[in-house]
């Protein structure tokens, strides 16, 4: 049982450049989310989905798209990379259902643009 | 929209001392949860330690405890016996179970985090 895992740990892309984040987690959870974590701001959400074949927008979408075709794998997709999403990357997921507190992140995704 | 604030960017703490993270929250809602999370060097998220509102009893998780004061809108945590592993990024979240909890009420609300270090 891995969790949440998240693809690649660390990435260094130029700007205009397009890259993919691949998030997948095994606990068969309804619920997955995206989030960046800037210096001094905590983590901000970006999108997230409450099911398979469904996205929704967060706080912070500008500039990302996600997809959700399989019910494990959340990703995460940067078309042309600015130097303002120089970020850290969190994953999440959780199992549905008001009463059911705890997200599960993953180990994060280090992105740098130039 | 709900909100969380965390007022102390930086705290320190000697070794087998006691210190408060305070966080306040505001929300119209009277329902939801709180939550503390944990952020060592290696970057993953620890959750610590929840709280739900319509419990009036304060969380406590071994040497970690809450102090709830719902009219107040405050969520504060208390490390007790500090060891050099508790220094981390603490951030406090807030979360709604209202409405539609398959929208965007069900998402974290994170404050912006105290960098805890601890003295030997």
């Given at each position: ?42 983590l ?17 979408p ?6 959700r ?46 | ?17 006691t ?18 999370y ?83």
């Amino acid at each position: 049982n891995a969790g949440v895992t998240q693809t690649p740990k660390f990435r260094v892309l130029k700007t205009g450049q397009s890259m993919t984040l691949l998030c997948a987690q095994d606990m068969n959870h309804e619920y997955m989310y995206w989030y960046r974590q800037d210096p001094g701001m905590g983590l901000r959400l970006i999108h997230y989905s409450v099911g398979e074949g469904t996205t929704a927008k967060g706080e912070v979408p500008d500039g990302y798209n996600v997809s959700r075709l399989k019910k494990q794998n959340f990703l995460l997709g940067l078309e042309s990379a600015a130097p303002s999403q120089t970020s850290v990357y969190f994953c999440a997921s959780r199992r549905q259902g008001a009463r059911t507190y705890e997200q599960y992140f993953g180990p994060g995704t280090r992105l740098t643009v130039t | 929209a709900q909100t969380v604030t965390q007022s102390q960017p930086e705290m320190s703490v000697q070794e087998a001392e006691t210190v408060t993270l305070s966080c306040t929250y505001d929300t119209s809602e009277s329902d939801y949860y709180l939550f503390w999370y944990k952020q060592p060097p290696s970057r993953q998220m620890i959750l610590v330690i929840r709280q739900e509102a319509y419990k009036q009893q304060n969380a406590t998780e071994n040497r970690f405890s809450v102090n709830f004061q719902k009219a107040a809108k405050s969520f504060s945590l208390k490390i007790s016996d500090s060891q050099l592993g508790d220094a981390a990024m603490y951030f406090c979240a807030y979360r709604s179970t209202g409405g539609n909890y398959g929208g965007s009420q069900g998402n974290l609300i994170f404050g912006k985090g105290t960098k805890l270090s601890v003295k030997p």
